[in-house]
């Protein structure tokens, strides 16, 4: 009997576990890798939305490294011609944020993380009187 009671606990805790964790809101519900580790490694960007319109012949597309000392790079071609940006970046507190600093600035930008698999990941920004636009990149 001691040893059904014993599996009844370990079931409901690891229910309450479980349910407790709250994925991001396109996904995943639940992963067992951390969303530093599955950020870690080279996006290039897929899809650009802007006030949820696909921007099917946009001339403007990023490509960022997020490293694990908490630097990376962003690569930004518009029209043809590329710069690229070095930056810092940390989640906030519940990881639903996504804050970066370019070198030389003393503002952090912010992303609302909306999906980050370790081959996807989904941000959207408020860009003022240009609309929302959200990113879509895989991972390369």
């Known amino acids: 009997m001691k040893k059904y009671i014993i599996l009844a606990f370990a079931t409901i805790i690891t229910t309450i576990t479980f349910v407790g964790c709250k994925?991001?809101?396109?996904?995943?519900?639940?992963?067992?890798?951390?969303?530093?580790?599955r950020l870690k490694g080279i996006w290039d960007q897929t899809e650009l939305y802007?006030?949820?319109?696909?921007?099917?012949?946009?001339?403007?597309?990023?490509k960022f490294t997020f490293n694990s000392d908490k630097?990376?790079?962003?690569?930004?071609?518009?029209?043809?011609?590329?710069?690229?940006?070095?930056?810092?970046?940390?989640f906030n507190d519940d990881k639903t944020l996504l804050?970066?600093?370019?070198?030389?600035?003393?503002?952090?930008?912010?992303?609302?993380?909306?999906r980050l698999t370790n081959k996807e990941c989904w941000i959207i920004e408020d860009a003022g009187v240009l609309g929302m636009w959200e990113f879509r990149f895989e991972k390369i």
Request: glycine residues 8%; aromatic residues 12%.
């Open 23 to 37: 994925g991001y809101d396109e996904g995943p519900e639940f992963s067992m890798l951390t969303p530093e580790y």
């Open 99 to 114: 804050l970066t600093l370019d070198e030389g600035s003393d503002t952090w930008e912010e992303a609302t993380i909306l």
């Open 71 to 90: 630097t990376g790079t962003r690569q930004t071609t518009f029209l043809g011609s590329s710069s690229t940006v070095s930056f810092e970046w940390k």
């Open 50 to 62: 802007i006030n949820d319109a696909l921007q099917e012949n946009s001339s403007l597309s990023f």
